[in-house]
């Protein structure tokens, strides 16, 4: 065990440079991986969480005056039902906003909210979200704060003055529900300014209030046309409003019950739709991410397991030898998952996502999920191990090569596919190529073509994993290419040879992808199309799909066009004199 270490640190000294290049790599696709499950999970429960932190009461209630179109509601009785745990009453007012200039505001839409007492604001406060300026000060009866909205009037900013003209108390209540009809019906207007721009429950819907204080009830109730209001709050939430409301009715037939539960749904609705993307998003980086990282890993195990003949001459086992390129890879998986976590942190102020759940969210700013970022973290850790166990089995079963190094044992799989192309009459720059794309190679000279093809296949980096996989290659494979030369290959043959095996790969890559993405898209239609409420009809568009084909296989040509230039200008006689 003493060896196994000592030879584990040396390695880790020796090669800290490239060790460096696979934590930043790696911490890299973690960083992206976690920062949208983190923002999935921050977007499925902002409004959730906005919500349980406004203490907003879960019944309104409104009654009428006597003899008024609006059902009588006795307030207090209605407040000592069995499902009501507290509750308070007041008076409701009503009127239009006006700018400075007399203008109406808000085409007459008026919703006066706030506190209407001091003892409802010192039990459910202001019930808002404070997004600039700051709250009203209770005791002054001209400060106001005016309630979200997606396109702000610009002449009602913090800071600005606004009047607000409230109903004269002989007009009809019908004006409350059909609008007023005249300046008549207005008292003379009040000017207040305003301090601050809060979020209340309601107000993601579209809707226009303005949160007045205690003061402003208490001067002006008197003088103007008032009807009672309540609020209440359940025992069990929202769940105990139907029996609530119910209760209600029997009481006064007919009587104003509402919730905010409607917004609730509208939300979530939009949010889950998000959330749903986000997840898939990580899931398939993640997946993506780590088969395009593997490739890394796996040829530095390779090209370092060429000393594992020195190393069992001095007594390794190869336990030990499978040991070794385990504790490499521990190392880079334990500093990337943990380098991921840092960077998802450090973006978290980005989230939530969507602009609902964005101004919902009660805590912005970073945020630390333990559950996402240190499972989610540990997850990518585990899964960079998993993969590197099949690289650390194969290394540690080495023997001597023909090269004088270590080279994997055993027989050499020959491409059936490759084989039939060139019975069938390819020409010897294809038939090499598909074999280059369809054997991966062995030992130190192995490319990961299958992982690239499935890469490719789910990617949006797809380009530069197919890059990737050509350079190095043709970097590993540059004694076949001038053995190819030896045999009569001209530099034309060997860069059609590298095109033929990006081509190769671009066609597995369509021939994995295509059916993969109708039916993620199939799927992914009928879960949008259940959240909005529509009949679900996924039409694949054939010609798009078909269209992929030659466009695939353009992009792949070029990529190649570079490693395959470098593959036709390799000096044969020089490189097999090196080898």
């Known amino acids: 065990m003493n060896a196994l270490w ?18 930043l790599m790696l911490g890299l696709v973690c960083g992206v991986v976690l920062t949208a499950a983190e923002g999935a999970r921050r977007t499925d429960t902002a409004y959730a969480r906005f919500a349980a932190t406004m203490h907003t009461p879960d019944a309104f209630i409104i009654s009428g005056n006597p003899g008024g179109p609006i059902p009588v509601v006795d307030i207090q009785r209605v407040l000592r039902l069995p499902q009501v745990v507290s ?11 006006e700018s400075m200039q007399g203008d109406v505001l808000w085409n007459g839409d008026l919703n006066l909210g706030g506190a209407p007492t001091q003892q409802s604001l010192e039990q459910y406060g202001w019930g808002a979200k404070l997004l600039q300026g700051r709250f009203p000060d209770a005791s002054r009866p001209d400060e106001i ?17 606004i009047k ?16 007023f009809e005249s300046k008549d019906q207005l008292l003379p207007p009040i000017t207040v300014r305003i301090v601050g721009e809060v979020l209340q429950q309601g107000e993601l819907q579209g809707s226009s209030d303005i949160v007045a204080t205690p003061a402003f009830y208490q001067r002006y109730t008197p003088t103007t046309l008032t009807i009672p209001v309540g609020v209440a709050a359940l025992k069990h939430g929202a769940a105990d409003f139907p029996a609530f409301s119910s209760a209600v009715d029997r009481l006064s037939p007919g009587a104003l019950v509402f919730s905010q539960n409607d917004e609730a ?9 998000l959330t749903i993307a986000l997840w898939l998003f990580a899931g398939l980086t993640a997946l993506a991410g780590l088969l395009i990282f593997a490739q890394a890993p796996a040829r530095d195990a390779y090209e370092l397991a060429q000393e594992n003949p020195a190393l069992e001459a001095l007594g390794m086992t190869r336990a030990q030898l499978f040991g070794l390129t385990m504790v490499r890879s521990g190392v880079v998986a334990v500093a990337g998952a943990a380098l991921g976590i840092v960077l998802a942190f450090l973006v978290s102020p980005m989230t939530p996502f969507g602009r609902l759940a964005r101004v919902a969210e009660p805590d912005p700013g970073f945020s630390f999920d333990t559950l996402v970022l240190v499972v989610g973290g540990l997850a990518m850790a585990i899964a960079v191990l998993v993969l590197a166990v099949i690289p650390a089995l194969k290394v540690s079963w080495f023997g001597p090569g023909v090269l004088g190094g270590a080279e994997q044992t055993g027989p050499s799989h020959r491409s059936r596919v490759a084989d039939t192309l060139a019975h069938a009459g390819l020409s010897p720059a294809g038939a090499t190529g598909v074999r280059m794309a369809m054997q991966p190679g062995r030992g130190r000279l192995a ?20 890059a990737h996989t050509l350079a190095s290659s043709v970097r590993k494979r540059r004694r076949d290419f001038a053995i190819l030369k030896t045999l009569g290959f001209v530099r034309r043959q060997v860069s059609a040879a590298v095109a033929w095996q990006a081509t190769t790969i671009g066609v597995l890559a369509l021939l994995v992808g295509i059916p993969l993405g109708i039916a993620l898209g199939r799927w992914g239609w ?36 570079l490693p395959a230039r470098s593959a036709g200008r390799l000096r044969a006689a020089p490189l097999l004199r090196t080898e």
Do not use: C
């Not at 003209?165 to 609008?179: I, K, M, T, Y």
């Open 6 to 23: 000592m030879r584990a640190r040396s390695e880790l000294r020796a090669g800290r440079r490239s060790l460096m290049g696979l934590t």
């Open 87 to 97: 509750g308070v009453s007041g008076r409701g007012l009503f009127g239009v906003a």
């Open 145 to 161: 704060a005016v309630g979200y909205r997606r396109k702000p009037d610009p002449r009602m900013r913090v800071g600005d003055r």
């Open 164 to 179: 607000i003209a409230l109903a004269r108390p002989d007009v009809p209540e019908s004006a409350l529900f059909n609008g």
């Open 265 to 273: 749904a509208f939300v979530n609705r939009s949010a889950h739709l």
């Open 447 to 466: 490319t990961p073509v299958r992982v690239t093809v499935f890469g490719a296949a789910i990617s949006f980096a797809a380009l530069a994993t197919l």
């Open 526 to 561: 009928n879960v949008f199309s259940a959240q909005v409420g529509v009949v679900p009809e996924p039409v694949t568009p054939a010609l798009f799909a078909l269209l992929l084909v030659p466009v695939t296989l353009m992009f792949a040509i070029a990529v190649a066009a």
